[in-house]
């Protein structure tokens, strides 16, 4: 699609946020604290897709800000990427209650503004974290168990994308094995993202030369990557208010940088 890459997709980004905020009728609008759009990087390379937003993330209206989050981050950092060189999104945008696994018309009703936004950041690599979203984007039944860490080429957008399986960060924090494994399938990503970057650029894609550089020799954070593993974080939270769109000019909730 043609969107100026410096200014065009951030602006129909905040554009697509105003749309959401304004005339979603979702059911879960009603239980929610504020929605969860997403953030990062308008011109991402790589997005990562989890499943639904958690307590704090329903009350900050971001993605990832807890524990889960800042396991994120430091696998991130671990491979030479910050938080602001992807974009992170969810499935759902709003938070079930309770913390329950997403009902399939929920899914269904809200999917729709994750592909789009899929559509306007054209992400050369998409990490799918956890069952739903991976099962979502690959339009396969197969769970994480089975897939995580193999890359599958899939059309989203009208463009072809490396859809990349892996734990959620919140499973690793409940299972030591699991969080070595993501440790793992995160090692991973680098190559898997200069083979995206190759093949984008030999069927003429723009070039992605001002991306950060990826590699290893960086000091690896230890301290979340290595503390025990611990219960599920998220808890109850209570309360719904309106929720303005944001200018252009602010990184309030959207936190879009590019």
């Avoid at 969810?90 to 079930?96: A, D, S, Y």
């Avoid at 929920?106 to 998409?126: A, T």
Wanted: aromatic share 4%; charged share 25%.
């Amino acid at each position: 699609m043609n969107v100026n890459p410096a200014t065009g997709r951030r602006a129909e980004l905040v554009e697509l946020y105003r749309r959401l905020s304004q005339g979603h009728a979702c059911p879960l609008a009603s239980s929610r604290t504020r929605l969860v759009f997403g953030s990062g990087n308008a011109n991402a390379e790589v997005m990562f897709v989890g499943e639904a937003p958690g307590s704090e993330e329903d009350r900050q209206g971001k993605p990832f800000v807890g524990r889960a989050g800042r396991l994120l981050d430091a696998l991130l950092e671990e491979i030479g990427l910050q938080r602001e060189d992807t974009f992170v999104a969810n499935v759902l945008k709003c938070r079930p209650p309770g913390n329950r696994d997403p009902l399939p018309e929920e899914i269904e009703e809200c999917s729709p503004w994750l592909f789009r936004q899929i559509e306007l950041i054209e992400p050369l690599v998409i990490c799918t974290l956890g069952n739903f979203a991976t099962k979502l984007l690959t339009g396969s039944k197969a769970g994480i168990t089975k897939v995580h860490g193999t890359p599958q080429t899939h059309e989203l957008g009208g463009r072809s994308v490396q859809l990349y399986p892996i734990f959620h960060p919140a499973a690793a924090l409940r299972t030591e094995a699991v969080r070595e494994l993501l440790r793992i399938d995160f090692a991973k990503l680098p190559a898997l993202l200069e083979d995206a970057r190759a093949n984008a650029q030999a069927q003429g894609a723009e070039d992605p030369s001002a991306a950060p550089e990826l590699g290893p020799g960086l000091p690896k954070p230890r301290s979340l990557l290595d503390e025990p593993a611990g219960a599920d974080t998220r808890a109850p939270a209570g309360g719904v208010e309106a929720e303005p769109a944001p200018p252009l000019g602010e990184r309030s909730q959207l936190d879009l940088f590019g």
